[in-house]
Nanobody
């Protein structure tokens, strides 16, 4: 079983940046896709970005394309989400998850972290 732990969330002013990390407990995680999602109060969980195990392919939601960058370091069993030009509407709980395939559908992700809060002040 893979355990995922997010970190790096916090309070940031609009226009600022944060980098989220997703640490995995098992080496087999290296063979999985990493995805990032977020959920704001009263809203559905939203897909943000995903990256293949090799890092050779990425997939972004239009809402974050050009502002967020997904990456991974398999030697450290860690994935990252660099978030720039943050907006008030980016405020949400951010989750990382793993999947055997690349794509935006949350149902395809079998392991999830507990989430980290990101709050953007306007």
């Amino acid at each position: 079983q893979v355990q995922l732990v997010e970190s790096g969330g916090g309070l940031v002013q609009a226009g600022g940046s944060l980098r989220l990390s997703c640490a995995a407990s098992a080496r087999t995680w290296r063979m999985h896709v990493i995805g990032w999602f977020r959920q704001a109060p009263g809203k559905e969980r939203e897909f943000l970005a995903a990256i293949t195990w090799s890092g050779g392919a990425t997939y972004y939601a239009d809402s974050v394309k050009g502002r967020f960058t997904i990456s991974r370091d398999n030697a450290k069993n860690t994935g990252y989400l660099q978030m720039n030009s943050l907006k008030f509407e980016d405020t949400a709980v951010y989750y990382c998850a793993s999947s055997p395939s690349l794509g935006p559908y949350s149902g395809n992700y079998d392991y999830w972290g507990q989430g980290t809060q990101v709050t953007v002040s306007s």
